[in-house]
């Protein structure tokens, strides 16, 4: 008797399992991207990675030989540029990439991602006693297979060209900077919109900006602000300096002054747990000071405009 309900019971649970187990929809797939014509576009070979779905492209530079601290310095050990990519769905995809560049590429190939509707997110070294020095530019993007991977394809491109023209590291931006100051301040001010600071010929400006850390107010005094100093002459002159940015300022900022011609040498951050959190930009400009200044104005009125 017990055998008999033993095998009744045995008999409806395989029923109930039969009723269910139809009703189980496999397990979702994440959403594909075109992994073929991501390599046909950017020119470059991929490696596909099941388990994050991204695939990643890379590529060593080999063609410059790299010294750290005296060691030669193989692409494994940190010299490989690389971008990846992941779907977004419905149909759109990301794109994450670190692009390993010499100081005479850094600018060109961010104007090449910025026109080709890629955003530039930072830019610093990772190494000391490099030589020549190298300098790591962080790329990303959200878009279509096709903007994404042409997009890539031009900063290689744009590094291959610097390179076919001259083998090696350029040691110095082109143009010419006068020994002796003598920037004359009115004009400036009137260019800028506001009044600076003179000294021994040179011309400064400071813009202050605010914030919390800790719980404590912090301002202008404490680091938080954007300035330019100018030194040279009306003719040959020089600009640098610091852009404080909220993230949503960025890509205006840097827009604005490679559309000015002005050099971007810096993109990080200054402070950790700040609020709003800040980023701060370093560039470097050479030419008339005046026209240094109109474009120094137009990133202003660029970074005053961006959505905060």
């Known amino acids: 008797m017990m055998t008999s309900k033993i095998r009744r019971t045995a008999r409806a649970a ?26 046909s576009l950017s020119g470059l070979k991929g490696t596909f990675y099941k388990d994050e779905n991204v695939f990643r492209l890379s590529k060593p530079r080999d063609d ?10 193989p692409p494994f050990m940190g010299l490989t540029s690389w971008a990846a990519f992941t779907p977004m769905p419905p ?18 190939v961010m104007s090449a991602a ?17 030589e020549p020095k190298v300098y790591f530019m962080h790329i990303g993007g959200m878009g279509s297979v096709d903007q994404l991977a042409t997009g890539v394809k031009k900063l290689f491109d744009t590094v291959t060209e610097i390179r076919a023209a001259q083998p090696q590291p350029a040691r110095q931006f082109p143009g010419d900077i006068a020994p002796q100051s003598s920037i004359a301040a009115q004009p400036m001010e009137a260019i800028l ?3 600076g600071e003179s000294n021994n010929g040179m011309f400064k400006i400071v813009i202050g900006r605010s914030g919390k850390m800790h719980g404590m107010r912090i301002g202008n ?14 003719e040959q002159a020089v600009v640098d300096g610091d852009f404080a940015m909220l993230e949503s300022e960025l890509q205006p900022v840097l827009r604005a002054m490679r559309k000015a011609g002005i050099n971007i040498v810096a993109i990080h951050q200054h402070m950790s747990q700040e ?34």
């Open 14 to 39: 395989l029923v109930a399992f039969a009723f269910i187990v139809p009703l189980q929809k496999p397990q979702a797939q994440g959403p594909s991207m075109d992994t073929a014509r991501i390599e």
């Open 64 to 73: 410059v030989k790299v010294l750290v601290d005296r060691l030669s310095m």
């Open 91 to 108: 149909s759109r995809v990301m794109v994450m990439g670190d692009l390993v560049l010499f100081e005479d590429e850094v600018n060109p």
């Open 114 to 130: 910025l026109d080709s509707g890629l955003e530039v997110t930072a830019l610093h070294n990772h190494f000391f006693f490099d």
């Open 193 to 195: 919109g506001r009044k």
């Open 221 to 234: 005094q404490m680091g938080v602000n954007t300035w330019a100093g100018f030194a040279g002459t009306d």
């Open 275 to 308: 609020q709003p959190r800040y980023l701060f930009l370093h560039y470097w400009g050479k030419g008339k000071a005046l026209d240094l200044a109109r474009g120094l104005k137009a990133t202003l009125d660029a970074q005053a405009a961006a959505p905060k």
